[in-house]
């Protein structure tokens, strides 16, 4: 059973085209963080939510946190080649300090 | 913009070798981690460490794991007797304080085994 799962896997889509990526779970998280992570690198902390309900924007990034801190979604406006990347929820349990990953996305933005 | 450094990038060793990965931590960061990444697979937690001390460890964190803050600024993994299962990308990781949930990753070790 996955703790933290990620829809879709795999993702591929035109320049241009706006898209969502899920992060779901059966337990509640003190606060979740989406990571991006590039082939052989480490994950590079995109933004932390932490309210249930919250809503992060950074350009043309959009993370919300769902009410009951179970849930996340990264949604993207107008998606651009350099959005390309796997990305990566995570988030520390109620209670724990470790992050637990999601399963991840594979995004691919066709110019 | 501070950040987390390892070294080596790339270390090969031989089956039953002991392997020492380092790390330096953001400077003004208390609690310290390492996660490991096989390929294709999830990032998996290892262990944390605060105030010199393991806070938690995973089942993967066996005896054959340990890790250390010999000085101020470096945090250790060294793994005693490698296996070929060990083969993975290691990951440090440090955060700031119990109020701050970020934890902010190295660029990553990769162990070979052979």
């Known amino acids: 059973t996955q703790l933290l799962e990620q829809s879709p896997q795999f993702l591929s889509i035109q320049e241009g085209e706006n898209l969502t990526v899920y992060c779901n779970s059966s337990?509640?998280?003190?606060?979740l963080q989406w990571y991006r992570q590039e082939p052989g690198e480490g994950p590079v902390l995109l933004v932390t939510v932490v309210t249930g309900g919250e809503v992060k924007k950074l350009k043309r990034l959009t993370f919300q946190f769902g009410d009951a801190r179970k849930d996340s979604s990264l949604h993207i406006t107008a998606a651009q080649p350099g959005d390309t990347g796997l990305y990566l929820c995570a988030g520390p349990r109620v209670g724990n300090e470790k992050l637990t990953f999601g399963t991840g996305t594979r995004l691919t933005i066709i110019p | 913009e501070p950040e987390v450094t390892q070294t080596p990038s790339h270390q090969v060793t031989q089956m039953g070798q002991e392997v020492i990965l380092r790390c330096v931590p953001i400077?003004?960061?208390?609690?310290f981690y390492w996660y490991r990444q096989i390929l294709g697979q999830k990032v998996e937690f290892l262990v944390s460490f605060y105030n010199n001390e393991i806070s938690e460890k995973s089942e993967i964190f066996d005896d054959q794991f340990s890790v250390e803050r010999p000085d101020g600024s470096n945090f250790t993994l060294k793994i005693r007797s490698t296996k070929l299962e060990d083969s993975a990308m290691y990951f440090c990781?440090?955060?700031?304080?119990?109020?701050?949930?970020?934890?902010?990753f190295g660029p990553g070790t990769r162990l070979t085994v052979t």
């Open positions: 990781a440090s955060r700031n304080s119990w109020s701050s949930y970020e934890q902010y």
């Open positions: 400077s003004n960061h208390l609690y």
């Open positions: 337990s509640v998280f003190s606060s």
